[in-house]
């Protein structure tokens, strides 16, 4: 190639590699969760999220991490898991930048634990007369919540139900078998998932 009268050596273009992508296009394919080791009930009941070999803290289910998980026994069901889809409190944040499918949450959107009811572990509209939890929360758990695909094809009774990662309460206090993390971490980790990363709980 001719510049200015000299021949110089055409430079190939660059290629886009995952090292040089922008984060948000950069997909984790796979992530890790583990409970802290040691004997004590609060070690069950923490943990981290490994990502490209950093450890994010993690509040997991007050019984710790089980695989026979079971309605309402407090425990983060052990095996692996895919992120459905993210659902947002619009009035406490802006729209996460993520790969997956993004709601906003209403005031009367609801998540139906009564395993004897045919809507158990499914999205309702309130009022809805069966056991349920709310969505829109006043203590800010759910501002940021990734629904996961436990217990969902197929929907097993009892198998338990509203499994998700959101946000943590005060200094990673248990939760009813969810998985917890700080605000920043959890929207840092949106913006690498997608309907095909993987969340292995171990």
């Given at each position: 190639?001719?510049?200015?009268?000299?021949?110089?050596?055409?430079?190939?273009?660059?290629?886009?590699?995952?090292?040089?992508?922008?984060?948000?296009?950069?997909?984790?394919?796979?992530?890790?969760?583990?409970?802290?080791?040691g004997?004590?009930?609060?070690?069950?009941?923490?943990?981290?999220?490994?990502?490209?070999?950093?450890?994010?803290?993690?509040?997991?289910g007050r019984s710790g991490v089980r695989a026979d998980k079971r309605e309402g026994d407090g425990a983060t069901p052990r095996g692996v898991w895919h992120p459905r889809e993210v659902r947002y409190r619009a009035d406490h944040g802006p729209r996460p930048v993520t790969?997956?499918?993004?709601?906003?949450?209403?005031?009367?959107?609801?998540?139906?634990?009564?395993?004897?009811?045919?809507?158990?572990n499914r999205p309702i509209r309130r009022p809805f007369?069966?056991?349920?939890?709310?969505?829109?929360?006043?203590?800010?758990?759910?501002?940021l919540v990734i629904v996961l695909d436990h217990n969902a094809r197929p929907r097993r009774a009892r198998r338990g139900s509203?499994?998700?990662?959101?946000?943590?309460?005060?200094?990673?206090?248990?939760?009813?078998g969810c998985i917890a993390f700080r605000r920043a971490d959890l929207r840092r980790l949106l913006a690498r998932m997608s309907p095909r990363t993987a969340i292995e709980v171990v």
């Open positions: 190639m001719i510049v200015n009268g000299k021949r110089v050596k055409k430079k190939p273009l660059r290629k886009e590699t995952r090292r040089n992508l922008p984060l948000a296009r950069s997909r984790a394919a796979r992530l890790r969760v583990v409970a802290r080791p004997a004590e009930p609060r070690d069950r009941q923490r943990g981290w999220l490994f990502l490209d070999g950093r450890a994010i803290p993690v509040a997991l790969g997956l499918p993004v709601r906003r949450t209403r005031p009367d959107d609801g998540w139906c634990d009564d395993p004897g009811d045919g809507r158990y007369k069966a056991s349920h939890e709310e969505m829109w929360r006043t203590d800010g758990l759910y501002d509203a499994v998700f990662l959101h946000l943590a309460r005060g200094a990673f206090e248990p939760t009813a």
